[in-house]
């Protein structure tokens, strides 16, 4: 069983920025690929980026057009952590980020892809 904890969400200014992390314990964290979904209350949870480890120092990423340019993901496979760097923060990013990871290397904007979640770090962006 994969157990993740999500960590660094807070209360900023538009124009501010967050890192946050997802930690990751249970399984083998390197074989799964990450992502971060954001959901607001009556909402469908959307996809924000994926990661997936390739070997070495290769990674795949993708991102929501809502975030290319100023959200970026990153994994650390040692400490089995996948961290979200929110740049340019506007109050439409306001949600609760939640971390998925997804058994095997084939990635996925889908949330009922992933097999793991967390249980959330709130953002709120004001204006």
């Known amino acids: 069983q994969v157990q993740l904890v999500e960590s660094g969400g807070g209360l900023v200014q538009a124009g501010d920025s967050l890192r946050l992390s997802c930690a990751a314990s249970g399984g083998t964290f390197s074989s799964y690929s990450m992502a971060w979904f954001r959901q607001v209350p009556g909402k469908e949870r959307d996809f924000v980026a994926s990661?997936?480890?390739?070997?070495?120092?290769?990674?795949?990423?993708d991102y929501a057009d809502s975030a290319k340019g100023r959200f970026t993901i990153s994994r650390d496979n040692a400490k089995n952590t996948v961290y979200l760097q929110l740049t340019s923060l506007k109050p439409e990013d306001t949600a609760g980020y939640y971390c998925?990871?997804?058994?095997?290397?084939?990635?996925?904007?889908?949330?009922?892809?992933?097999?793991?979640w967390g249980q959330g770090t709130q953002v709120t962006v004001s204006s």
């Open positions: 998925a990871a997804k058994i095997g290397r084939i990635m996925s904007t889908t949330a009922t892809s992933y097999d793991y």
């Open positions: 990661i997936r480890w390739n070997g070495g120092r290769t990674y795949s990423t």
